[in-house]
């Protein structure tokens, strides 16, 4: 029997202070600004308001509108990945494939690179004056004049989603190419054993044995999405008429454009109990699949 | 046989497709960054300029051009602040690299604790640093600002350091925690029965064994701190401490900007990235799979 050391606490002391620090204050502070009134620019009115801040932002139309941009973001942006992700494991789980290798080591270069960086790529690609898409198609004769693809609603989303999955993609398909290298390859012969083509056996064995982490795949990127911020900061500045202001734009130009701390907390509290949602199922699945 | 061969050759078009969409980014930005602004500014654009290192020169050394028909020379005015690019990664790396030592050392030093040492509070401690990685950014943005102004850390390396770390050691103490549990046990047994401590083993057996896995670690921390922006954007102001995205988000943002100018920051940006993660690229896969699937 050893007597109780040290040790242990001592190590884990510098990790448990910086985090607690930064974990429990900030969480303490965010409920006491979004129960107050807090705006910079009246710096002498600090009243409790109780819950007016959070009736101010759930009765507003900006708050319904950058849901609505989420919502629509979210959905695109998730099914895109996914399926992008999915493409590319079932490619790259091919081994004997020519340029399956090169693949292999520029997948991850994306995934990489700073956001602000990715950001800045496509703004210039999907640029309406001089933007190289635009040139491309000009060249080719598919259009007869630019196209401003980041100033009209529906083409700006897209503009983002595509490179949010560009960005994205490569992570969704490490995750998926993981699991498709655990399955065995006898289910795989027995089908074709059976007379399975290509098309039954990924309906058959691939699909049943990848549910399970395309469930993860699916909410780990939903909570990606719903929390993209720097995208729109270099992109698009939430415009054009707030198509792209998804709701972390939403509470980032409550705080530092209107200077509104009060609401820009209750803001901040209500996308964090969202994410906490969804990172609450994202357990819950891990654990089921654990359990499995 | 036929038909075989077919599904290969669609198979080997399907990721050279994806690879194009993958690099195309990323050569469209490396000729834009030796072109001039003139040929960049033309409908269509010169899709293959004759190369110049004009900008780079520019970004280096603040020199302009003579040819002032290839660059459109008032850019060069209006894009002044890619000058800062240097200074710029200079923090960026000195920011990184401290994030990514302290999480190799603090990270594996707590990790290993978790992993193999019996205290009381051990599960408490490591969940409450896992759940303290729930809270999102965007809502813990203004009581980070609080602390930092407290601290009088505002526009400085410390701010960015600590808030990154905050970001860093549940993500490293979980990886590492995970990784050091996968090792055998046996080895670090014998070590304790020999006589050496905790530190000791750890240092001499367990680190020695977990290169690869302290490595994938420590390019995360890197990548993580490298490529953060929001809280770069709140906490720093000046040159002294602001980071790269910060600069280049600056720039981008400018309607006047040389984008051959910003092409060539871009280029020379993502270098260090990159560069990790085509090197490090199995140590990454797999510790990006264990991240998820554990």
Same mark, same amino acid.
């Given at each position: 029997m050893?007597?109780?050391?040290?040790y242990?606490y001592a190590?884990?002391l +510098?990790?448990m *202070?910086v985090?607690?620090?930064?974990?429990v204050?900030? =969480? $303490?502070?965010?409920v006491y600004? #979004? /129960?107050?009134?807090?705006?910079?620019?009246?710096?002498?009115d600090?009243?409790?308001v109780?819950l007016?801040?959070f009736?101010?932002v759930?009765g507003?139309?900006y708050?319904w509108?950058?849901?609505?941009?989420?919502?629509v973001f979210?959905?695109?942006?998730?099914a895109?990945?996914?399926?992008?992700?999915?493409?590319?494991?079932?490619l790259l789980?091919? +081994?004997?494939v *020519?340029?399956?290798?090169?693949l292999?080591?520029?997948? =991850? $270069?994306p995934?990489?690179i700073? #956001? /602000?960086?990715?950001?800045?790529?496509?703004?210039?690609i999907?640029d309406?004056d001089?933007?190289?898409l635009?040139?491309?198609?000009?060249?080719?004769g598919v259009?007869?004049?630019?196209?401003p693809?980041m100033?009209?609603?529906?083409?700006?989303?897209?503009?983002?989603?595509?490179?949010?999955?560009?960005?994205?993609?490569p992570?969704?398909?490490?995750?998926?190419?993981?699991?498709?290298?655990?399955i065995?390859?006898?289910?795989?012969d027995?089908?074709?054993?059976?007379?399975?083509g290509?098309?039954?056996a990924?309906?058959?064995?691939?699909?049943?044995?990848l549910?399970a982490?395309?469930?993860?795949?699916?909410?780990?990127?939903?909570?990606v999405?719903?929390?993209?911020?720097d995208?729109v900061?270099?992109m698009?500045?939430g415009?054009?008429a707030?198509?792209t202001a998804?709701?972390?734009?939403?509470?980032?130009?409550?705080?530092f454009?209107?200077l509104n701390?009060?609401?820009?907390?209750?803001?901040?509290?209500?996308?964090g109990?969202?994410l906490l949602g969804l990172v609450m199922?994202?357990?819950r699945?891990?654990?089921?699949?654990?359990?499995a | 046989?036929?038909r075989?061969r077919l599904?290969?050759?669609?198979?080997s078009a399907?990721?050279?497709?994806?690879?194009?969409?993958?690099?195309?980014p990323?050569?469209?930005?490396?000729v834009?960054?030796v072109?001039g602004?003139?040929e960049?500014t033309?409908?269509?654009p010169?899709?293959?300029?004759?190369?110049?290192l004009a900008n780079?020169?520019f970004?280096f050394?603040?020199?302009?051009?003579?040819?002032?028909?290839?660059?459109?020379?008032?850019?060069?005015?209006?894009?002044?602040?890619v000058?800062?690019?240097?200074p710029?990664?200079r923090?960026?790396f000195?920011?990184?690299?401290?994030?990514?030592a302290?999480?190799?050392?603090?990270?594996a030093?707590?990790?290993?604790?978790?992993?193999r040492?019996?205290?009381?509070?051990?599960?408490?401690?490591?969940?409450?640093?896992?759940t303290?990685?729930?809270?999102?950014?965007?809502?813990?943005?203004?009581?980070?600002?609080?602390?930092?102004?407290?601290?009088?850390l505002?526009?400085?390396?410390?701010a960015?350091?600590?808030?990154?770390?905050?970001?860093?050691?549940?993500?490293?103490v979980?990886?590492?925690?995970?990784?050091?549990?996968?090792?055998?046990?046996?080895?670090?047994?014998?070590a304790?029965?020999?006589?050496?401590?905790?530190?000791?083993?750890?240092?001499?057996?367990?680190?020695?064994?977990?290169?690869p896995?302290?490595?994938?670690a420590?390019?995360f921390?890197?990548?993580?701190?490298?490529n953060?922006?929001?809280?770069?954007l709140?906490?720093t102001?000046?040159?002294?401490?602001q980071t790269?995205p910060?600069?280049?988000?600056?720039v981008?943002?400018?309607?006047?900007v040389s984008?051959?100018l910003?092409?060539a920051?871009?280029?020379?940006a993502?270098?260090?990235?990159?560069?990790?993660a085509?090197?490090l690229?199995?140590?990454?896969t797999?510790?990006?799979i264990?991240?998820v699937?554990r």
């Amino acid at each position: 029997m050893t007597r109780p050391s040290l040790y242990p606490y001592a190590t884990i002391l +510098p990790v448990m *202070l910086v985090v607690a620090v930064f974990t429990v204050y900030p =969480l $303490l502070h965010s409920v006491y600004l #979004s /129960v107050h009134e807090n705006v910079l620019t009246r710096p002498l009115d600090n009243d409790f308001v109780g819950l007016q801040n959070f009736r101010e932002v759930v009765g507003g139309y900006y708050f319904w509108r950058s849901l609505w941009s989420t919502a629509v973001f979210a959905v695109m942006a998730v099914a895109a990945v996914t399926l992008y992700g999915l493409g590319v494991a079932l490619l790259l789980n091919q +081994p004997g494939v *020519l340029g399956s290798t090169l693949l292999k080591v520029v997948v =991850l $270069l994306p995934w990489a690179i700073p #956001s /602000v960086i990715s950001g800045i790529i496509w703004r210039w690609i999907f640029d309406g004056d001089y933007g190289v898409l635009n040139g491309l198609l000009l060249a080719t004769g598919v259009v007869e004049r630019y196209v401003p693809w980041m100033s009209q609603p529906f083409t700006a989303r897209l503009c983002m989603v595509i490179a949010h999955v560009w960005k994205q993609g490569p992570l969704a398909a490490v995750f998926l190419l993981a699991a498709l290298q655990i399955i065995p390859a006898e289910l795989y012969d027995a089908v074709r054993m059976d007379g399975a083509g290509r098309w039954n056996a990924f309906r058959f064995v691939t699909v049943p044995y990848l549910k399970a982490t395309l469930a993860l795949v699916l909410i780990y990127e939903t909570i990606v999405a719903v929390a993209t911020f720097d995208l729109v900061y270099v992109m698009t500045g939430g415009g054009p008429a707030d198509a792209t202001a998804i709701i972390g734009w939403y509470a980032y130009t409550e705080i530092f454009r209107f200077l509104n701390l009060g609401r820009g907390a209750a803001l901040a509290i209500i996308l964090g109990l969202l994410l906490l949602g969804l990172v609450m199922i994202y357990l819950r699945l891990l654990r089921s699949e654990e359990a499995a | 046989m036929k038909r075989r061969r077919l599904e290969s050759a669609a198979l080997s078009a399907g990721c050279v497709v994806v690879a194009l969409f993958i690099l195309a980014p990323f050569a469209w930005m490396l000729v834009c960054s030796v072109a001039g602004e003139a040929e960049l500014t033309r409908r269509p654009p010169v899709f293959a300029p004759s190369p110049t290192l004009a900008n780079y020169a520019f970004i280096f050394t603040g020199q302009m051009p003579q040819d002032k028909t290839r660059h459109g020379i008032f850019v060069w005015q209006t894009s002044h602040e890619v000058r800062m690019l240097m200074p710029a990664l200079r923090n960026s790396f000195i920011v990184a690299l401290s994030v990514m030592a302290a999480n190799v050392v603090f990270g594996a030093l707590a990790a290993y604790s978790f992993a193999r040492v019996a205290f009381s509070g051990r599960r408490s401690a490591y969940v409450f640093i896992l759940t303290s990685r729930l809270l999102p950014a965007v809502a813990v943005a203004i009581p980070f600002y609080a602390i930092v102004q407290r601290l009088e850390l505002l526009d400085t390396y410390r701010a960015l350091i600590l808030v990154y770390l905050a970001f860093t050691f549940p993500f490293t103490v979980y990886f590492l925690s995970v990784y050091f549990r996968y090792l055998p046990a046996e080895v670090e047994e014998a070590a304790l029965l020999d006589g050496c401590t905790r530190f000791s083993t750890l240092l001499r057996v367990v680190v020695p064994s977990a290169a690869p896995g302290l490595m994938a670690a420590a390019a995360f921390a890197f990548m993580t701190a490298y490529n953060e922006f929001l809280f770069a954007l709140l906490l720093t102001q000046t040159i002294a401490a602001q980071t790269m995205p910060v600069l280049l988000a600056a720039v981008a943002t400018n309607p006047a900007v040389s984008h051959a100018l910003l092409a060539a920051c871009v280029i020379l940006a993502i270098i260090p990235p990159a560069l990790l993660a085509v090197v490090l690229r199995r140590y990454l896969t797999s510790g990006l799979i264990a991240s998820v699937a554990r």
